[in-house]
């Protein structure tokens, strides 16, 4: 990596962060081993909101010991409204949500970068896609996962059959057209991020990865099922009202303006 401070890095690694005082600290060091290896530069963006363990202070070191890294602070909760914040922020030519528990190792973020991909706006990683691995997921996750596919295909995209990896690339200029529209800040973000990238007409691609479960206590099967349910349902009402129709001016920080 160099002159990640000056110029623009090729790559942002964004990571929403909530709770995870466990699991950060081994992800971020994967980071920093695996992006000084790399011929390009980069930055790391940690987005936390309200985390009521020692995850902040985790970013607050990390950032201290590596200046191509940023902690930031959103007062809206949920990681929807985290990502976006550290999409709108990043000042890379390529913005990667990076799930903290690094489901997907990092040295797979290169399968979504130029020279081994380079044709697109939009790639984000399947579980499903032919060639993708999963290891160790339990059945009734899975399960829970394709239940959750069907109904996003039957009411809001059809053709992807893993909307919600939590790893997505997003070309500089997509991000900063699709982003700023974005008015979900739970769990179903990905799904309306896609619906505004799709309606757009960028182009989306499915990039398949190697996918290691790692349990979370951050989701109720439940309760945020049902949340995302009702989410993926705005996503389309939404766009019969037209809600996506209207490029959004970026306004940073504060609250996204409404179509
Ligand atoms: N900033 C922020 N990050 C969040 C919030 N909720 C979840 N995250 C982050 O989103 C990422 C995904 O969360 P996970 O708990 O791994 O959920 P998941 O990958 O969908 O579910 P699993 O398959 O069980 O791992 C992690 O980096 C979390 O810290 C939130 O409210 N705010
Ligand atoms: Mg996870």
Redesign the pocket.
Known sequence: MSEANTNPPLLSIV????N?ERRLPASLAQIDAFLATQPYSAEVII???ASSDRTAEIGRDFVHEHPYATLLY?PR???GA?VRTGMLAGRGQYLFIC???L?MPIAEVNKFLPPALDDYDVAIASREAPGAVRYEEPAY?HLMGRIFNLIVRLLAIPGFQDT?C?FKCFRREAARDIFPAQTINGWGFDVEVLFIALQRHYRVIEVPIHWY????S??SPIRDSLRMVREVIQVRLNGWRGRYNHPTPVHEPGPVPRT
């Open positions: 990571i929403p962060v909530y995870e987005v936390d909101n959103e909760r949920g990681k985290a799930d903290a528990d489901s996750r919600q939590g479960y790692r349990a979370s951050r989701i």
